[in-house]
């Protein structure tokens, strides 16, 4: 650093100039200058490189920073405000901004992830949105809107008029009326000023610009060269997307050798601002570590920047920007100076194209770094884009430079958001400006230009063909496409009026898209391939790419079409000539072939699409089909029927790409290209698909129609026959007869040709929902789609949405339509709301809707018959009603009337009534019917509309009932159908076939009914249909009558079987049956417990309790299978648990975690930061099964790695494997130990004094022995020892060694889990962690209980009552297996807590102990001292309920001591009660050992409610902890919740009601302790303020509280900048669920080494806040996270739901988001159950893909 050093001495020099340097003479010297700029260039050729850029920048403090902040401030910005304003810059700048009328645009520059918000009533396009602020105060907010966050770089559209319908304003910038929009701001500026102005911008901006352009690395533009030229360098490292973070973390710590930390910090800089000097010293030294960078990475790409730069060449382009952001920030105050400076950025020299200094910045914008680019664009937006008249004249420039800019742009590699070319968004989407330009620049045809000129990739037909889409190319293409991105901004809002010009200039931009298009037509060509499979899968995706992308070009610009007739027809004219264009370079070479059939002729040629080649891109054709529909909407075609080249059409031609299409689509179906790989059946799903079938299958079809409506019907459908290659089975002579073909796949194949085909023709007869093809709406054909969404299933509002095409403004015109169709249904707690079809829209069902897949039509068919069966109607699916075609497609009707398609017909029903062959299926029988039912319809409804005989052309009955041609003499249609309707085969279509033959009737009584004109009455019309339902209603209710006997009959025998069951096997079912009335009438007795005398009174605690000792336990083995009574010296049983730190309870966040190695965990604080908590599946096993089955997993795993699979959801390394059963997340067993015997009646039961006596002499003979073991010799007589206690016995183990065994096992794990080390048999703590988890778990699960206000007993799941049963004994067991004189130790060192003893020191004070953490280690620790006692004479339960009474008594204490009465004068009886008397007592001792401490209460109804409520969670954590310890079953009180508890409680732990009694019976006792406890120094520091003091009853912890909208806490994470890298915003903010606390997750910078290891931001954070658990919400996605651990981590459904009842996760939908609290709260029990850990364990072995994520980087 000593070279450093040197070069930092001239500051001091400076701080002297700092001083004597005036800003003001300074600036007073300039404007009596001659040559303005020449002096301000000298002034910065001195100060720059002194200010900026001294020295290497890594290691630049903030302190550095700020200073060179101050110095630019003040040497360098001043002088130039004061020159601009003439005085003081804060008054000037304040003037300005007074005298300033606000512009009514918001102009807010989003900033990266920012809320914005479009509506989508009133947006005219999505791009248009508004900031937060600005949505709040505006109409909007009551619509419908989309919530987005923004990618940076746009801005608040807020105040312009034509980016909204209604509603341009919010509140804040509604304008005032006074101000006149034309009038000049610069005319409201004092002259002088603005002529400052002009000089001072001009000088400033050109400085800038010639800087960040600037070449050369070490010299400077004229004027500018440094008075001394030092030989110090920067090694400048500039950003490309081409390498990785990795690869430059690894080139810099190699060339610049810098730490790891120093290399993610340099290029976490190098991503935001687009370079950073990576090395500073001289030339030789910067250019060294320049060769190693690129050396490093040229291998595999092109290296990256690097450049050696004079630091005073870095240093003026540093201060180029910062007055860059000077202008920025002056223009804000003043509209009029806003417009100087756009006139002095627009100013062009006379005589140079493109020579003005913004021009100079657009055309130079690939060559600068990303900082650069951003500021200069921000200063773009602040100025240009604000004032509409420059905003104009800027437009235009940038559009006449829009080629070299986007070339540009193709050649430079930065994201699009950092380009020039994406103010285009700013631009082209204002329509006024878009059309202006399209006129003046032709924008829409320079665009296509340029798009089609980038695609250079081009077969010998001048068609497109991609090469293999590789990364490159891939990248490529990704930037050509924003070139469609752009039109579409030009297209998206159609003109209302048209000028000549703009007709003029958009038929222009049409015939240039068409020559795009056709470069499309025919690209990708397939072949279908025989005999072997393909090689080599062909390149399709691109294709499909563009196609997608170009879909909404297509319908816009058919929708600009639509607008005007005379474009209409013109653009028609193009696109018939290129269409024919297209089609002469078919191959003119095929023969012509004439067909046959049914008595007409056709000529057509020799094609066969599974010879020749076909391609699915017919782009051309489907245009033309779109406009052919476009002059039937807008009747142009009936009223200038002479203006349309309709002559030229030759209906053969048009139909013939498109069936091609078709027909590939039904071989592919048929399984004839199946050598053809995936790239095919790729392609044709996308065909089909939602994105793009609007300009593809849609219009195919569209196509065929047009067709079909202009040709004989006959002759069309042979043409399809043909192209079908079926028109062999149709034309031969006896066709009826059905040919037979031996190869069985050829059969198989015709048979879906034929399905194919008619499905095909009952699309174009019937599908007449296009606007323009038949009489309807647009909101039609989207009631329609949903419709038959839901005739599949009930759908949620985003399947329904996916399932609807979107226009360009991303609607689907779904919420105008969807609640006349469907209701909706809201979502639990779970799942996501659904949307119900309304019932009377069933009818509108059409099985063959063209928009179904094969799997959706048979499950809408399924629904569909169910339903109706639930309705009792046949199950029939007839077509519906279709609506009435337009006129210039009228005569597709005659389609289903042709001699051919009756032929068709009639083959298909002659096949169904002979089905010995397997020539036909019933799918083509179904279709057939289908037909006939729609042209039945159609007839029908001719009939009603007519007024006579004369005008019904359709007569379609009289020809189903002619009879067949002569060779094949069967019956006409009709009379098959008749002998159809009851084959036994058919038995699925005879309703259908019913329905048929009923229409047919009708309609003949209809035609009898005109021609014998009404001398019928209607009556009897209706008679034939009325009796053939009647006599199907008759069939139907016989038929129900009949099975509803069946089922009853078969009922009956059941349960004769059943009784003679019992019968046999009596003596099984006696035994249940006595068990089941035993158990009830014992229920019955039970229950009044406190009526009944007899009944003792449940009692859990001392010599009076209720033993259960008796009960023997069976339990079985969930792997072997076998029954065993658990018993102290059996094979050990044992249950699956899993110990985990915890800190739900914890009321101290701020602690950090102890030291493993030297923590003494004996006392608990009550803040309980820190605990141990046990949870279990409840699944038992043999200990032995279960050492079986875990060493198996560890193979398991061992093979595993050295297979390098991935990791697996749990870690076998740390004991964890799931139980076998239920797969829940364990890493321990639990032994499962006998109950406790019964209480010995016989022993005797000392009082408290003598207990304490006894006791204390216990305890110092154990002192006196230890003593004499660690030193040899004791000192001082040896005390007196009461009878019967042996200090050296040793109390034989009670437990078999396999249980014994299982007891470490447990022991160890909580011991590794608790303290994080490793496992250490020896360790005098392994017994108190033991103790410290069985309190926790049962302190966690009363808080549990208490916040679901459940009874305290009899509601938990048999799961945690097991494991706490199971938890609880065995702590009292665990002494065993460690040495005796640990425990001893832990007693006597407990007790002194309680009871002084001057044996042992420091002993904490009472305020820093949870006492029901106390009792329990006491009570358990206990057990080992009293085995010592052979006296046989003391029993352990009085001890137990000696040691309640203390431990209660010094809670009263600790309650009253922490208590915080405020001073309430509640007039209570003027007699207070006992209770409250002797609660006021207690509190005056305490005041008088504390004095002035504690505060005065006189009230001591107060006193005594504080002390009820704050020692209730105390007892009732007891009363679970002796239960358990002692088997006693609970008092009926205790098991409902309800008033009643308090004396319950008590009288079940054998306490008085009043507790105070128990400080007032042993007064003379208790007052020294009491004392002792209060003169501990700890005490008086706690309550003046030493720690935090923990109140009773301590609060449950809940979750942070979430803003019920979603987007306020977007915001906030939008305002959240990173911790580490100075003020940058963080890419993934994540909020702790826990504490609160913003994180910046997933990135570099926030990265820390917890054990050794780099972990992001959210797993750092989890080891302070969750040890090791963590509940995060990520807030740009929507997601919440759930870690535990490093490895471990899952996502889950966040608590925030749309209005549709759906989550957002990723925010891809954009609706506004609101809390569901019920979700929330499911959270939040999950995390206080401890269940976080476990559901992550389920989530990573349901789903693969979450195990392979890096959690600990999140």
Not at 692 to 697: D, H, K, L
Not at 919 to 931: A, F, K, Y
Not at 968 to 994: F, R
Not at 1734 to 1751: F, K, P, S
């Amino acid at each position: 650093m000593a070279a450093a050093q040197s070069d930092r001495d001239p500051p001091s020099a400076l701080c002297a100039e700092f001083l004597n340097f005036s800003a003001k003479d300074t600036a007073s010297r300039w404007l009596a200058a001659a040559d303005l700029q020449q002096e301000v260039y000298a002034h910065l050729a001195v100060y720059v490189p002194r200010i900026l850029c001294l020295g290497p920048s890594g290691s630049i403090s903030s302190r550095e920073e700020q200073r060179e902040e101050l110095a630019c401030q003040l040497l360098l910005l001043a002088p130039l405000e004061w020159l601009l304003l003439g005085e003081e810059p804060a008054t000037g700048l304040a003037l300005l901004q007074e005298k300033n009328q606000p512009s009514p645009l918001c102009g807010h520059v989003f900033k990266v992830g920012e809320p914005t918000y479009s509506c989508r009533e009133c947006a005219a396009d999505p791009t248009c949105v508004l900031c937060m602020q600005c949505f709040l105060g505006s109409v909007h907010k009551e619509h419908r809107y989309r919530m987005t966050t923004s990618g940076g770089g746009g801005f608040c559209d807020c105040g312009d008029a034509e980016a909204w319908k209604k509603g341009p304003y919010c509140q804040k910038h509604t304008p005032t009326e006074t101000r006149d929009t034309e009038e000049d701001p610069v005319a409201q500026l004092p002259p002088d000023l603005v002529a400052r102005g002009y000089s001072i911008f001009s000088i400033i901006l050109k400085y800038a610009v010639d800087m960040l352009t600037w070449e050369q690395d070490d010299q400077l533009p004229a004027g500018l060269e440094p008075p001394e030229k030092g030989d110090t360098y920067y090694c400048m490292l500039f950003n490309d997307e081409v390498h990785t973070y990795e690869q430059v973390i690894y080139t810099l710590q190699k060339a610049v050798n810098c730490s790891q930390k120093e290399a993610v910090s340099f290029a976490t800089t190098v991503d935001r601002d687009g370079r950073k000097s990576v090395r500073y010293g001289d030339f030789q030294f910067c250019e060294q570590a320049k060769s190693v960078i690129v050396r490093n990475t040229s291998r595999q790409s092109k290296p990256l920047r690097v450049e050696v730069m004079h630091s005073s060449v870095v240093a003026h382009q540093c201060f180029a920007l910062k007055a860059l952001s000077w202008l920025g920030q002056v223009i804000q105050y003043s509209d009029g100076l806003r417009r100087v400076l756009c006139q002095v950025g627009l100013q062009a020299a006379a005589e140079a194209e493109n020579s003005s200094l913004v021009d100079q910045l657009m055309l130079n914008d690939s060559k600068m770094w990303k900082g650069a680019r951003n500021i200069y664009h921000q200063l773009l937006m602040n100025s240009l884009l604000m004032d509409l008249k420059y905003k104009k004249i800027f437009a235009i420039q940038f559009a006449k430079n829009y080629r070299r800019l986007q070339t540009d742009f193709m050649e430079d590699d930065h994201e699009r958001v950092v380009s020039v070319t994406s103010l285009s968004v700013q631009l082209f989407t204002v329509p006024t400006m878009a059309r202006m330009l399209m006129v003046e620049e032709n924008l829409m045809k320079t665009i296509i230009k340029t798009f089609v000129d980038h695609l250079r990739h081009r077969d010998l037909q001048g068609r497109f063909q991609f090469d293999r889409y590789t990364a490159q190319q891939a990248f490529k293409f990704g930037r050509v496409q924003s070139l469609i991105g752009d039109l579409k901004y030009v297209l998206i809002s159609r003109p209302s009026e048209w000028s000549d010009q703009l007709r003029i200039k958009f038929l222009e931009g049409f015939e240039a898209f068409l020559e795009l298009l056709k470069c499309m037509q025919g690209m990708d060509p397939v072949v279908r391939q025989v005999g072997q499979h393909i090689e080599m899968e062909p390149e399709w995706e691109a294709a499909f790419t563009l196609q997608m992308k170009l879909t909404h070009i297509i319908s816009m610009i058919q929708e600009w079409c639509s607008t005007d007739e005379r474009v209409l027809i013109e653009a028609y004219r193009k696109c018939l000539s290129a269409l024919s264009h297209c089609h002469s370079s078919l191959p003119d070479g095929e023969q012509p072939i004439s067909l046959s059939l049914a008595g007409h002729c056709v000529e057509t040629f020799r094609y066969q699409v599974s010879q020749d080649k076909v391609s699915i891109h017919l782009p051309v054709c489907r245009l033309l089909a779109g406009l052919h529909v476009l002059l039937s909407r807008t009747e142009v075609a009936s009223r200038f029927p002479e203006q349309l080249p309709l002559g030229e059409l030759s209906p053969p031609l048009l139909i013939e790409l498109p069936l091609r299409c078709l027909v590939l689509c039904a071989q592919v179906h048929a399984g004839m290209w199946r050598r053809n790989g995936f790239s095919l059946i790729n392609q044709i799903y996308y065909y089909h698909n939602v994105k793009c079938r609007v300009e593809m299958f849609d219009k195919d079809v569209i196509m065929l129609q047009v067709g079909a409506s202009m040709m004989d019907p006959n002759h069309f459908l042979m043409i399809v026959l043909s192209r079908f290659e079926l028109f062999h089975i149709f034309s031969s002579a006896d066709c009826r007869k059905r040919y037979r073909e031996a190869n069985k796949d050829v059969v198989q194949q015709n048979n879906t040709l034929i399905e194919e085909m008619l499905h095909l023709i009952i699309m174009v007869v019937g599908e007449r929902y296009v606007s323009g093809v038949g009489q309807v709406e647009a909101f039609d054909e989207v009631r329609r789609e949903i419709l038959h969404q839901l005739s599949i299933r009930p759908m949620a509002h985003s399947e329904l949405v996916k399932a609807l095409p979107e226009n360009g403004n991303k609607e689907t015109g779904l919420e105008r339509v969807i609640d006349s169709v469907a209701s909706f249904k809201k979502p639990g707690v779970t799942g996501r709301g659904l949307y119900e079809l309304r019932p009377e829209w069933n009818k509108h069902f059409n099985l063959y809707f063209h928009h179904y897949s094969r799997a959706d039509q048979s499950k809408a068919e399924e629904a569909q018959r169910k339903l109706r069966r639930q309705n009792g109607e046949d199950t029939a699916c007839p077509p519906p009603l279709p609506p009435p075609l337009c006129p210039l497609f009228g005569s597709l009707v005659n389609l289903l009337q042709c001699d051919v398609l009756l032929a068709v017909e009639g083959a298909v029903l002659q096949w169904a009534v002979e089905p010995s062959g397997g020539g036909w299926t019933e799918s083509m029988l179904q279709r057939v019917l289908h037909l006939v039912g729609v042209a039945l319809l159609e007839e029908h409804q001719q009939l009603e509309n007519s007024s006579g005989d004369d005008d019904v052309t359709f007569n379609y009955t009289s020809k189903i009932t002619r009879p067949g041609e002569a060779p094949s003499t069967s019956g006409s249609v009709l009379a098959l159908l008749e002998s159809l309707q009851n084959a036994p085969h058919l038995e699925v279509h005879k309703d259908m076939i019913t329905w048929i033959l009923k229409m047919v009737t009708n309609i003949k009584t209809m035609r009898e009914r005109t021609s014998s004109a009404s001398t019928v009455t209607i009556s009897q019309g209706q008679g034939p249909e009325e009796t053939v339902r009647d006599k199907d209603k008759a069939e139907r209710k016989r038929k129900a009558e009949m099975a509803r006997l069946r089922r009853e009959k078969i009922m009956a025998q059941m349960s004769e079987m059943q009784k003679h069951f019992i019968n046999e096997n009596k003596e099984l079912f006696q035994q249940s049956l006595e068990e089941l009335e035993a158990s009830t009438s014992a229920a019955a007795e039970h229950s009044p417990l406190s009526l009944d005398p007899s009944c003792v009174s449940q009692v859990c605690v001392g010599p009076r309790r209720v033993g259960g000792a008796e009960r023997r336990q069976l339990v079985t083995c969930i792997l072997c299978q076998e029954e065993q009574e658990v018993r102290g010296h059996g094979r050990a049983m044992v249950l699956a648990a899993f110990v985990q730190r915890s800190t739900v309870l914890s009321k101290n966040r701020r602690r950090n975690l102890p030291d493993p190695e030297h923590h003494d965990p004996l006392f608990m604080h009550p803040d309980m930061s820190l605990g141990i908590h046990t949870a279990s599946c409840g699944h038992i096993m043999h200990a032995t099964c279960w050492q079986r089955y875990f060493e198996a997993v560890q193979l398991k795993e061992q093979r595993r790695q050295q297979r390098l699979r991935g990791h697996t959801s749990y870690d076998v390394e740390n004991g964890e494997f799931l139980c076998p059963l239920c797969e829940c997340l364990s890493n321990t067993v639990i032994p499962l130990l006998p109950h406790t015997h019964s209480p010995d009646r016989s022993v005797d039961h000392p009082s408290l004094e003598a207990w304490l006596k006894t006791t204390n002499q216990q305890i110092a003979a154990l002192h006196f022995a230890h003593r004499k073991q660690s030193d040899g010799v004791a000192e001082g007589a040896e005390p007196a020892v009461p009878e019967g206690f042996r200090v050296d016995f040793t109390p034989q183990n009670p437990f078999s060694s396999s249980i014994s065994e299982m007891i470490t096992t447990f022991s160890m794990s909580t011991y590794k889990v608790g303290l994080k080390v490793n496992p250490n048999e020896q360790d005098h703590r392994v017994p108190v962690l033991i103790w410290s988890t069985c309190a926790y778990t049962i302190q966690s699960i009363e808080r549990l209980l208490m916040d679901e206000e459940k009874p305290l007993f009899g509601s938990l799941p048999c799961r945690q009552d097991d494991c706490l049963s199971s938890l609880t004994r065995f702590s009292s067991s665990c002494w065993t297996a460690a040495p005796v004189t640990t425990t001893h130790t832990h007693f006597i060192r407990l007790l002194a807590a309680l009871v002084p003893d001057s044996q042992v020191e420091n002993t904490p004070c009472i305020l820093d102990i949870d006492m029901f953490h106390l009792l329990v280690y006491t009570v358990l620790s206990y057990n080992s001292v009293h085995s010592l006692d052979q006296s046989g004479r003391s029993g352990v339960d009085s001890a137990h309920l000696h040691l309640l009474h203390l431990v209660t008594v010094a809670h009263l204490v600790q309650v009253l001591l922490t208590s915080t009465t405020e001073e309430v004068c509640m007039d209570q009886d003027s007699l207070a009660t006992e209770e409250e008397e002797l609660t006021c007592q207690l509190y005056n001792t305490l005041r008088k050992h504390l004095g002035s401490v504690l505060p005065e209460v006189t009230s001591g109804w107060q006193l005594f409610h504080c002390v009820k409520v704050g020692v209730l969670p105390f007892l009732r954590a007891a009363a679970l902890f002796f239960h358990y310890l002692n088997s006693t079953a609970p008092p009926a009180d205790l098991l409902v919740a309800g008033p009643g508890q308090w004396e319950a409680l008590c009288s079940y732990l054998s306490l008085p009601a009043n507790l105070l009694q128990l400080y007032q019976s042993q007064h003379t006792l208790l007052e020294p302790l009491i004392h002792r406890w209060c003169c501990h120094p700890g005490v008086r520091q706690n309550l003046q303020g030493g720690g935090v003091i923990v109140r009773f009853p301590r609060e449950s912890n809940r979750l942070i509280e979430l803003p019920e909208d979603y987007s306020v806490l977007i915001n906030q994470a939008s305002s959240f900048t990173c911790p580490r890298s100075g003020g940058d915003k963080s890419r993934a903010p994540t909020l702790c669920l826990v504490c609160g606390s913003m994180l910046c997750s997933q990135s570099y910078c926030c990265q820390t080494e917890v054990d050794g290891e780099d972990v992001g931001a959210c797993t750092a954070h989890t080891f302070t806040c969750g040890a090791g658990l963590g509940l995060f919400l990520r807030v740009r996605e929507s997601q919440v996270l759930f870690v535990a651990g490093k490895t471990k981590g899952c996502f889950y459904p966040p608590p925030y739901l749309d209005d549709y009842g759906e989550t957002d996760q990723g925010l891809k939908r954009g609706n506004p988001l609101h809390l569901c609290a019920e979700r929330y709260r499911k959270i939040e029990r999950l995390w206080r159950q401890h269940g976080i850990a476990e559901v992550i364990g389920h989530a990573q072995e349901a789903n693969q893909t979450l195990v392979a994520i890096d959690w600990q980087h999140l």
